[in-house]
């Protein structure tokens, strides 16, 4: 089987687990939230859109979590295009790409296996928050050493 990789990915379990802290996390800062939980191939896996969450907020908690496949923050992502003109202007024309604050990619021993993107709270500090929030789960998620 050498032709074949071995990978892991979130589970529907950590991902809903994930999805309930966020939205914990908004109703104890009160916010609404959007919160999105993608699989590494930008595959919905969770999502909640909590009472009083902007509707146009969906799409941009999708975008976060997809922008987040990168490998990094969203936040990072945007602190990296913003210094070159041309990526500046290409970059926002991409579909699914969001360069602002509240996606995370979600890690297992390096390796990316989904990501999480928040959005609809008045401050981008509370969407970062609630995917913090998140995020602090995976601790928990990492795979047992193979015997």
């Not at 902007?54 to 990296?80: C, R, W």
């Not at 360069?99 to 959005?119: C, M, N, T």
């Not at 601790?139 to 015997?147: I, L, V």
């Amino acid at each position: 089987m050498a032709d074949l990789v071995k990978k892991y990915s979130v589970s529907s379990e950590l991902a809903q687990k994930m999805v309930n802290e966020a939205v914990a996390k908004a109703r104890e800062l009160g916010v609404a939230e959007n919160v999105t939980i993608l699989d590494d191939g930008g595959n919905l896996k969770a999502f909640s859109r909590m009472d009083g969450a902007p509707v146009l907020s969906i799409e941009m908690a999708h975008n976060k979590a997809y922008t987040a496949l990168f490998g990094v923050s969203t936040q990072e992502f945007f602190d990296f295009i913003q210094g070159d003109p041309s990526l500046l202007a290409g970059i926002p024309a991409l579909a699914r790409v969001a360069a602002w604050a509240g996606g995370f990619p979600i890690k297992v021993d390096g390796e990316i296996v989904g990501a999480i993107g928040v959005s609809g709270a008045p401050t981008l500090e509370s969407d970062v928050a609630c995917a913090r929030a998140a995020l602090a789960l995976l601790h928990d998620a990492a795979p047992a050493e193979e015997q």
